[in-house]
Each structure stands twice: as structure tokens, then as C-alpha cells.
């Protein structure tokens, strides 16, 4: 066999043209529930805050789901991401493994949050809405939805966590250069940003709080929806994506991974980045390993419950059934923004429940470590989420190494640390904690999920 | 014919594995001149101070220079760069021309300069270096320095104009993540820094007085040598990878460029853009239009003259005939901080004498106009240097439209704006000058070339 390339880039034409869903392999993936009626949501439900097409592929049990041409279009401008052999990874760690990454941060978001963004933004224009709103806290995926949303020319309202837009100015300019109106939170522009201004005039702001604001706004707003980058079901859908390319070039190049390692926060890029390969496993077809790294400051598959939960602080969304450290659970401030949410995609807990999905939790520190190593062979700066899944790798890595095992390992690189220089520098200069919680902290979360 | 793609990718086995020189097929290019006898430089004049290597390429008359195979390996981890069909950019200029760009952004430097410095850092450790100095602007090229360097194990010691090491704390920070050590200029660590500190305890430092820093200390340091990133002609060389790439993927495309437009700095971007077209020119073999769009701020090639000067502001350099401001030019405070050298490499200067390449400048607003259309039709967000070149694409572009032409154009975008996010905002809120120097300034910065 010649020697593999250092990257590989699908062909325009074997690009994947239809999305898959890796909950439609699963029986037992338990629905949302109304949290007044206890029963399924419905599109009814819905409605009212999504966008209509986003809310059916919520509900869908369909396996695949055909990406629209203009959707398509923009892919082909962003896309294929490379899978990439990490040679010069393998030879610092001196390990056997043949180390695979897809690397989803050469757009100028600089993460995979675009891939929902964009097919979000399409299907408000669809519908003829003339504005969304969402939240942002470390600002991919106000980033990502800014992008799409100036393209497909659509009104953006980004409720940012106002400590993130405080520390983050450039990330708030990057949103504004492509349109978007980015309002801190806390704001005196709803109800709700009022009364938590009230209560505390100086407050930092949480996502829960920029969630209620932008729903507020939605709700209160002609031809407006709210959309989200994370946790929920159609966007894990849009983020197979990432798993397609990655499997196609995989077989493109005769490789099946032993393992494979992903990031998790709320769980779309880890979702996405295993659909392929968890379909194996569920169809009996194959058993890979599948690794979910998360932070040991916010562990919810380690340390959380599996549970129905509400998504937001405000308590106001359907009840998710996830693993979930609890709505009212706060993590240290921690520089890995993207993965600081209290709870986990469902269809990523299921598998967890099920045995079908490891997961480990690592101290932020050793992540910096690993982000640090990478950076300086592998010539990418990775965003701190992502090096939880270089932490992931490069530990798999090294027990090949003693054991003397050549496994072919894949992780998912889900985005560049361009906007996180702040977190690089404090860890540079010894002024990065680990904030590990303790069972008093946890025990206060789990006190907040509904009996 | 089937629809052109929107990237276009070589394989790997494709990739070029010699850089090209553009100076080995002109005549009449006038070498570097010693400043005390006024002879052409020797070998012996540049070993002190340049790697032996670089010194040597820089006095080659050799058309092609293979690519040492560990430097190929670093350029599999970092190249090809995409080829991009600017299908959107078309679409919202109703434009019939065909536009192509070839994209050097998507390595974590930011930039193409990671090309050179590779090679240069390769050089410096074959010859058994143990360290090396350079001083950056911007923060491109020390950012592409360092990483290069911790990729070979050599220290880097950067001096950093102390304007743009406080403006740009994360630029920093990145080299800083790559183990480089970073000065603020001036500073107390050198007699020249001191000499301009006793002068100006509050200087916020030059491009020219950082360069005097690196060098001073490259003199005087064992097993040290002093690199730079741009107007040599070891620079272009290396350069040639961006236009030999781009040739071999337009050639597959069966596309030939009616114009080739590149941004105009120091001049090693633009030139290795150029070599192969402009070789076809000097050869006889074909006559594409060549435009280098410089910043009105800073427009050597159509306000300078061209003559023998000084490459440093201390006037320590051989002399090097370029079009030139005068090394006492100083152009107002630009965010386009990559383009506001005072001169042009020889290659270049020598292209435009011959009319071979023409030269237009361009106001600062009109090019932030362009980067912002490009950044929302297109999806990157461009460095401010690398949107002297959409606006030049743009501006012939809409000459197409004019005419009712289909010409092919081709640009190259050398960089992301990731660390210029000031520049946008101040673009965005209305703070941007064009700051276009007039003819007393001119007169000023006259003055200073020799006789």
C-alpha cells in the first residue's frame, strides 16, 4: 500500500448530500416531554419558537434527510474539512498508533457550528422569516450564525453572555463585520434583562439568562425564530456531516478506527463526528470504541444522572432526557466556554446508558498540555474544547505505546483557539486552575432536577 | 465541460517539489550592493550575518532549487492551499468574469509567510544553529517564525515594534505558545534599543529600529543568525510555492488568468504569486495583465522612484535597487501593517521598470469596503494586507461587468484577519482614515536615499 498523505480532501462530487441520523438506528431514544403535560412534544409544540422545518427534523424518524441545493452550495465553500494523518503528533509521542483528525476549523467561524448554522439560516429564508435570535457564551456559534445569516440575508439578534463580550471584544467584531446586532447579556432590551439587571446591576450574565432574552425577543417579534447551535436532535443532524466525510476518506484510504474520540459539551460535534461508526455498533456491523472527553470542571457523562431535564436555567424549555449535572449546576469560569452546559444530547446519553459510549472527564490543565503539543507539531492552534479531544487521543496514543499495539485511533478537531489567546496566555503563565467541582457543588445541581 | 469546482485541491503527489526562480529568467535584475565599496555583495559579505544556505540562495543564478525533503513534510502538513472559484463574489457582483483565488490563510500562522520561514528555520538547523533573531511588524511573520522554529527545536528570539506587541496582545501570545521569546522594541536588552530608549523613554518603537535589535544581537550571540521574511530574493524563491500551485491547479482546470493581482508589501507574496505567468511573459510565451495593488498610504511602486537604497531605517543593509519612499519615509499609523514597507524587492521593481506589471494604490476605506463584501459573500474574513488584492479583483472585475467580458482573473488572498479585528471594528464604527501622505512627506522620505 503507498504511504497515506498527510491530508485528505474528499472531491467535490463525494461530498455526502444527504444528512443521517443516528438516532433513527436506536429504539429506545426517549422523546422531549411538555413540561406542564408530561407527554411528547409535538410540532405544535414547537412551532411557535422554531423555525417550521427545523422543528419537523426534530421529530423526524427518518435515517437520512436530503441537504437542500443552496444548502449544498454553501458546503462547497466551507467544505470538505481535511481528515488529516497526524504524523508529527506520532513521532513526539514515539507511539505505534496511526493517529487520524477531521479538522473542522479552516472556515472563519474556525468551528464546526457552522455546518447547523447554515442550514438554520436557509430554513428561516425559506419560510420567509426576516430575523432570528439566539445566545452566543464563547462565540462559535454566535459566529457561525452571523456567517449565515449576512449570506442568506437574514436579521441577526446575538444575545452574548456580557463577561464573554467583555473579554472576547474581537469576537463581538467579527459578528458585527458580518451584520449581526450583538447585544451583552443582561440587556434593558427585554423583560427579563431588566429584571436580572435589577436584581444585580453588575451581573456577569449567564447563557440561561442570554437563552431567555433571545427567546423573549423571538416570541415578541414578527416573522422571528430562535435557534440554537447545540444539544438538540436536528442539529446533531446536520453535524453528521463531519462523520460522513471523515468515514469516506477513512475508507477511501482502507482504514477502520479502533477508536474514536470526540469533545463533548452539548454534544453536536461528537454526534456528528461518530454517526457512521455508532451506526455499526448499533447494527451489530462493527465495534469501535467510541471515547466522549469532557471537561472534569462540567461532567455531566461522568458525573451527572441521567434524568429529564429542563435545557435552560429559566427552567422554561421541554424536558430532555440526558445526563445532566442539573439546570441549576455552575461550572467554574472556565476557558473551554463551549463545553460549560449542564447537560448532553439524548441520543449521546442513551448510548452512554447503553454501554455503547466510554466516557472521561480531564482537568483543564492537561488539556492546555496537550493543545500545547499539538500546536507545536502538528502546527494547528486548537480551541480548548477541541484539545479535550487531543487530551483523549494522544492518552489512547501513549497506552499503545506500552502496550505496542499499532491501533488506528480518530479524533475530531472541532475548531481553532484564534479567539481564546486569553486562555493560552494564562496557562503560559501559570494562571489556569483545574476547578474540579466538589459533591457539595454537584449535590446543589442534582437538587435542581425535577422529581 | 463540467462545472468547475468550487476548490480545487492537487493531490499530494502533485504538490511542486522545487521552487522556482523568476530572476533566472530576466536579464537585466540589478544585484545588492555593498554600501562602502558599491560592489555587488559577496558570499563572504552575507555569511556573518545570514544562514549560509539563504545567503547562498539569495546570490543563486539557478532557475529551480529542489525542496529538502523535511521541508516537504512540514509543507504536506500545511499545504496545498486551496485554489477557490469565487462562485458567491461573482454572483453579488453580477460580474461575467470568472474569479480564482489561491488562499495561503489556512495555517495557523495565518498567512503565507509560514512558506519561507519553514525553510529558512530548516536551513538555520542543518547548519547546526542553535538560534535565531528577527523582528516583526504585524506579527505574520514572527508568528510563522516561531512555529516553524519549535517545530525544529531552534530558539527564537523575536523583537517586536512595542506599538503592535501592545496592540496585538494575542499575536503574541501565539509565539509565545510556540516557545518564541518576544521583545517589545525598543528595549534594554540591546545598546542600539537603549540608544533609542535614552532618545524617547516613550518610543513606541519602528519596524527599523526592531531590525537594528535583531541583528545587534544575532552579532553577537554564538551559533545565532538574523532571518527576515519578505523583499529578498531567498523570500520569492521560496514563495514560488504559491504560484507553482496555483499554476499546476488552474492548468488542471484548463483556465489561463487574462490577470494576475496580488498585494504589494515588501513584495514576496505578490512575487511568488506571479512566477510562473510573469515567466511566460519575460519568455515570450504568453502576456497576461500582472497589477500589484499597494495601499495609498504607502505606495512605493506608483509614487517612489526607483533607485539604490537602504533596506533598513538605520541604513545598515547592503543596498538594494528597489522603487522606494526613502528609508526615512514614515507612513501614518495603517492597520495594513504588512504592507507599509518603504521599498520593493528588486524583482519586482524591476518588473514594473520594464512594464511588465502594473502598479495601482488603493484607499484604506475602499479596501475594508472590499474585505467586508468578501467576507460576507465569500465566508473568510481576509486579512487587511491580503484586501488590497480583492479590491484590485473586485475593481477588474466590475470592468468586466462594464465591458460585457468573461476574463479570467486570478487573486491571491494571503491571509486571515483572525488577529486585525481593531482594524474592522475601527472600519465598522467609522474611525478608518486613508491617510494618503502628500508631496512635502514624499520630498521628506526622498531625502534619504543615497546619492
Known amino acids: 500500500m503507498s504511504k497515506i498523505p498527510y491530508k485528505t480532501y474528499l472531491p467535490e462530487a463525494q461530498m455526502p448530500t444527504q444528512w443521517q441520523s443516528l438516532r433513527a438506528d436506536m429504539k429506545n431514544c426517549p422523546p422531549m416531554l411538555h413540561p406542564g403535560t408530561r407527554q411528547p412534544v409535538t410540532l405544535d409544540d414547537l412551532r411557535p419558537v422554531f423555525v417550521e422545518e427545523l422543528a419537523k427534523q426534530e421529530l423526524s424518524d427518518a435515517k437520512f434527510i436530503d441537504i437542500p441545493g443552496e444548502v449544498m452550495d454553501f458546503y462547497r465553500m ?256 472556565n476557558h473551554a466556554g463551549g463545553l460549560r452546559y449542564h447537560g448532553m444530547n439524548t441520543v449521546m446519553s442513551q448510548l452512554k446508558e447503553d454501554g455503547l459510549l466510554e466516557a472521561i472527564a480531564v482537568p483543564q490543565k492537561s488539556v492546555f498540555e496537550a493543545a500545547t503539543l499539538f500546536a507545536r507539531t502538528e502546527g494547528t492552534l486548537p480551541a480548548p474544547e477541541s484539545a479535550h479531544a487531543i487530551r483523549g487521543a494522544i492518552d489512547e496514543a501513549l497506552a499503545c505505546k506500552e502496550s505496542g499495539e499499532s491501533k488506528c485511533i480518530l479524533f475530531g478537531l472541532s475548531g481553532t483557539g484564534y479567539f481564546d489567546m486569553q486562555a493560552y496566555m494564562d496557562y503560559n503563565e501559570g494562571r489556569m486552575d483545574d476547578n474540579i467541582p466538589d459533591d457539595a457543588t454537584l449535590a446543589n445541581g442534582f437538587a435542581s432536577i425535577p422529581g
Open 78 to 333: 466551507i467544505r470538505p474539512s481535511p481528515l488529516v494523518r497526524a504524523y508529527a503528533l506520532e513521532k513526539a509521542l514515539g507511539t505505534p498508533a496511526r493517529i487520524y483528525y477531521k479538522f473542522e476549523g479552516t472556515n472563519t467561524s474556525g468551528s464546526h457550528k457552522l455546518n447547523s448554522a447554515v442550514a438554520q439560516a436557509y430554513y428561516a429564508k425559506q419560510q420567509g422569516l426576516t430575523s432570528l435570535t439566539t445566545e452566543t457564551g464563547a462565540g462559535q456559534w454566535g459566529t457561525a450564525l452571523s456567517m449565515a445569516c449576512a449570506y442568506y440575508g437574514i436579521d441577526l439578534s446575538v444575545y452574548m453572555v456580557k463577561i464573554s463580550s467583555e473579554q472576547k471584544p474581537y469576537r463581538k467584531a467579527v459578528m458585527e463585520t458580518y451584520k449581526a446586532k450583538v447585544t451583552p447579556s443582561p440587556s434593558n432590551t427585554t423583560n427579563c434583562g431588566r429584571a436580572a439587571l435589577a436584581e444585580n446591576p453588575n451581573s456577569h450574565g449567564s447563557l440561561g439568562n442570554a437563552i431567555s432574552e433571545a427567546l423573549e425577543v423571538a416570541m415578541s417579534t414578527d416573522n422571528c425564530r430562535y435557534v440554537l447551535g447545540s444539544v438538540l436532535q436536528h442539529v446533531l443532524l446536520h453535524q453528521s456531516v463531519i462523520g460522513l466525510e471523515a468515514r469516506a476518506a477513512m475508507d477511501s484510504l482502507e482504514e477502520y478506527p479502533d477508536i474514536v474520540v470526540g469533545c463533548a459539551g452539548g454534544g453536536s460535534n461528537l454526534g456528528g463526528l461518530i454517526v457512521t461508526y455508532a451506526s455499526d455498533k448499533l447494527l451489530g456491523k462493527a465495534n469501535p470504541r467510541i471515547v466522549a472527553v469532557e471537561p472534569a470542571s462540567c461532567p455531566s457523562l461522568t458525573r451527572g444522572r441521567y434524568a429529564y431535564d429542563f435545557g435552560d436555567t429559566a427552567m422554561t424549555t421541554p424536558l430532555i432526557k440526558m445526563y445532566t449535572m442539573g439546570s441549576a449546576f455552575k461550572p467554574h469560569e
